[in-house]
């Protein structure tokens, strides 16, 4: 099952893809997370359903300083996951 989530709110600047990184790598998860222009972070994260929840709840809760707003989600073609690896940050030096 492949997804992808947007996440409103204060998620810049503020270690929260790091979070995202380290929750998904530690749920054996596939993707990716980045920041978007207009100050939002993106996921996609493929996996099984129910590890997938579990990444929705900590992206929810967030990272210490963040402030989450909004989680929007939709699914992706599973074959998705052919393009992704082990989760990554993306456009992090």
Known sequence: MVRYYLVKGRVQ???????????AAELGLRGWVRNTDAGDVEVVASGEAGLLAELKAALR?????????????????????????????????
């Open 13 to 23: 600047g503020v270690g929260y893809r790091w979070f995202v990184h380290r929750e």
């Open 61 to 93: 809760k967030g990272s210490r300083g963040s402030r989450v707003d909004a989680v929007m989600e939709q699914d992706l073609a599973d074959e998705e996951d052919a393009k992704l690896g082990p989760f990554e940050i993306e456009g992090a030096w």
